[in-house]
Antibody, heavy 116, light 110 residues
Framework: EVQLVESGGGLVQPGGSLRLSCAAS????????MHWVRQAPGKRLVWVSH????????IHADSVKGRFTISRDNAKNTLFLQMNGLRVEDTAVYYC?????????WGQGTLVTVSS | QSVLTQPPSASGTPGQRVTISCSGS????????VNWYQQLPGTAPKLLIY???QRPSGVPDRFSGSKSGTSASLAISGLQSEDEADYYC???????????FGGGTKLAVL
């Protein structure tokens, strides 16, 4: 059974940092493109970033470019999202998503709340 | 504001056929394939249709997708109460150099 389990969310003040993790199992993680997608409360889905198999192809959405960094550890079957300079508008549930195609599998999400 | 435009709501009665539209441009739907997702209340989204009209294993054939030009559609036939959910379209946008989602359509089964 495919599982994607996110962790690392929580409450942080504006300007702060968080590191999200996603533990993957049940599929060949090292052969899969991976994504982060977020959803603010009651709002639409928004793609955040993706990373290819070996981390050589990374793209971030303009809204997070220069602040967020996606990475992966294939030896540990884990996806990361380092989030710096957090803003109130970054408040959302962050989903770890398997690609090939986008959305093949989704985690349960982890809530990030940016507030003073 | 979303790059892909969906109607905010749709509705139908059990057994009916409903369609949900997704309008884009030449930089996304017009040149790339479209995926559709279903999000049941309080849950993570689920892939419903990929590459315009392909169903992942386990998705009933009541769900179908199509694309023409810069627009795409999701059709649900034999509507059931458990189909009540939010539906999103998505496509890669070559101008944005990233994935873009529609604003979502809330489907009510009356």
């Amino acid at each position: 059974e495919v599982q994607l389990v996110e962790s690392g969310g929580g409450l942080v003040q504006p300007g702060g940092s968080l590191r999200l993790s996603c533990a993957a199992s049940g599929f060949t993680f090292s052969s899969s493109w991976m994504h982060w997608v977020r959803q603010a409360p009651g709002k639409r889905l928004v793609w955040v970033s993706h990373i290819n198999y070996d981390g050589s192809d990374i793209i971030h959405a303009d809204s997070v470019k220069g602040r967020f960094t996606i990475s992966r550890d294939n030896a540990k079957n884990t996806l990361f999202l380092q989030m710096n300079g957090l803003r109130v508008e970054d408040t959302a549930v962050y989903y770890c998503v398997r690609g090939g195609p986008l959305g093949t599998n989704w985690g349960q999400g982890t809530l990030v709340t940016v507030s003073s | 504001q979303s790059v892909l435009t969906q109607p905010p709501s749709a509705s139908g009665t059990p057994g009916q056929r409903v369609t949900i539209s997704c309008s884009g441009s030449s930089s996304n739907i017009g040149s790339k394939t479209v995926n559709w997702y279903q999000q049941l209340p309080g849950t993570a989204p689920k892939l419903l249709i990929y590459t315009n009209n392909q169903r992942p294993s386990g998705v009933p054939d009541r769900f179908s997708g199509s694309k023409s030009g810069t627009s795409a559609s999701l059709a649900i036939s034999g509507l059931q109460s458990e189909d009540e959910a939010d539906y999103y379209c998505a496509a890669w946008d070559v101008s944005l150099n990233g994935w873009t989602f529609g604003g979502g359509t809330k489907l009510a089964v009356l």
